[in-house]
């Protein structure tokens, strides 16, 4: 890992519709010059990378860390929600970094949690946190990411990296095992990435429409043109559709909680959820999240936090990343 005196490093968090980088002169320094660039536009990582460096009008620096979208274990990665794949050990000689490390973007956003600031988190029902107890993370995006934080019994921290967002997703209401069975039918498995993302609160959409009116043509809107419907109420489908992603997200939420007894709080990431501002807080999220029987009262007390930082944490988390000494689940090269 690098040491206090490291040079400049590029700093990655790849989605799979978004590709944002920023500069970063060393460990510590501020984190500057961030842009977002949309992942179709470009056939690589590495094109979209240069492409960064000459709006910069700098060359590559000689560390890289990159948090993407994706499980990292080995070298070559392969995107699941994008075309971009690459070899890690390729991508370092191409770009002529001397130091290059791939990480999950959860696994990364996990490390940025702890310093987030009060204005860039919002808490949504529960208690105060206790800081001695595990963090949990989950985010809805163009896929679903999860992870967390355990402490390390010294003061630190140390980030989960798998893949939650594919655990199989139950109803917990007819109309709602309804929606997930024809989601099930449509792709061979009801995950809770493929009800509790972009693309899932289409397909909620299409399976209530199925659900209601069998045999008509059915609806064509993006997950943008549902939500905004769902937010000036204009279409009762749209509404319920939103409805829905939000209680199986809590849902979904509600049993990592439980998996790590996270009483230092769970952090809603994402790109869709601080999009819907005092929406989500009426939502079924919350009642949802609570929802576990006789752990009802277990979950009451944890509390949920949304995260609003206006720049990427994931940043945060890939500088952070490359500059720890602690294990963790990524791929240096």
Excluded at 46 to 74: F, K
Excluded at 78 to 93: C, D, E, P, R, Y
Aim: glycine content about 12%; charged content about 15%.
């Amino acid at each position: 890992m690098t040491s206090a005196t490291s040079p400049a490093r590029l700093l990655a968090d790849i989605g799979g519709t978004n590709a944002r980088f920023a500069w970063q002169d060393g460990p510590r320094a501020p984190i500057v010059q961030s842009r977002t660039l949309p992942a179709a536009d470009h056939a690589t990582l590495a094109d979209a990378m240069q492409r960064y460096l000459q709006e910069l009008g700098r060359p590559a620096p000689p560390a890289c860390s990159i948090a993407i979208a994706n499980p990292v274990v080995g070298d070559q990665v392969t995107m699941t929600n994008h075309h971009w794949t690459f070899s890690i050990a390729a991508l370092k000689a191409q770009m002529g970094f001397a130091q290059l490390l791939v990480v999950n973007d959860f696994t990364a956003l996990a490390l940025a949690l702890p310093a987030l600031a009060a204005d860039e988190r919002r808490q949504v029902g529960g208690g105060a946190p206790r800081s001695d107890h595990a963090i949990g993370l989950i985010g809805p995006g163009t896929g679903l990411g999860v992870s967390g934080l355990l402490p390390d019994g010294r003061g630190g921290w140390l980030p989960l990296q798998g893949e939650g967002g594919h655990i199989t997703l139950a109803g917990t209401t007819p109309r709602e095992q309804a929606v997930l069975n024809a989601i099930g039918a449509r792709y061979g498995h009801a995950s809770a990435e493929r009800a509790v993302s972009g693309q899932g609160l289409v397909d909620i959409h299409l399976a209530l429409a199925a659900l209601d009116r069998p045999g008509a043509a059915l609806p064509t809107q993006a997950a943008p043109a549902i939500t905004a419907a769902a937010l000036d109420g204009s279409d009762p489908a749209c509404v319920e559709a939103l409805t829905l992603f939000c209680a199986f997200l809590g849902n979904a939420a509600g049993n990592l909680a439980l998996t790590l007894g996270a009483k230092g709080g769970v952090y809603i990431g994402g790109g869709i959820v601080p999009r819907l501002g005092a929406w989500f807080d009426a939502s079924p999220f919350r009642e949802r999240f609570e929802a576990k029987g006789r752990f009802r009262a277990y979950l009451a007390e944890m509390p949920t936090y949304v995260i609003q930082a206006t720049s990427s944490p994931a940043l945060l988390g890939a500088a952070r990343a490359i500059e720890s000494s602690a294990p963790f689940a990524g791929r240096a090269a």
